[in-house]
Nanobody, 123 residues
Framework: QLQASGGGLVQAGGSLRLSCAAS????????VGWFRQAPGKEREFVAAISWTGASTYYADSVKGRFTISRDNAKNTVYLQMNSLKPEDTAVYYC??????????????????WGQGTQVTVSS
């Protein structure tokens, strides 16, 4: 089971750190991704990290502002979001990719999903 947390309401230019914690099984050997879905839009890729943490992958829209990291000892993946913009407003989801160990943006290759956490950025 994946539990995403850390969302909230923040002003434009502010920061939030999301956490994705796994319970019941370790996900330290799997790639983990963050996705988001705004109202009326499809779910889109945000960032991903390989199982070792050695490689990361970002959507162009967040590159340079968001940083994904992981602490396998804590079975947790983080998404540090800086310089937030109103267009970052969405429900953010974390997901685990069982069969692909590298960081990747392919939503259909993510197998287990958390419940989502709301991020709202006011202008």
């Amino acid at each position: 089971q994946l539990q995403a947390s850390g969302g909230g309401l923040v002003q434009a230019g502010g920061s939030l750190r999301l956490s994705c914690a796994a319970s019941g099984r370790t996900f330290s050997t799997y790639a983990v991704g963050w996705f988001r879905q705004a109202p009326g839009k499809e779910r889109e890729f945000v960032a991903a990290i390989s199982w070792t943490g050695a490689s990361t992958y970002y959507a162009d829209s967040v590159k340079g502002r968001f940083t994904i990291s992981r602490d396998n000892a804590k079975n947790t993946v983080y998404l540090q979001m800086n310089s937030l913009k109103p267009e970052d407003t969405a429900v953010y989801y974390c997901a685990v990719s069982i069969n692909i160990w590298l960081a990747h943006p392919h939503i259909d290759e993510y197998d287990y999903w958390g419940q989502g956490t709301q991020v709202t950025v006011s202008s």
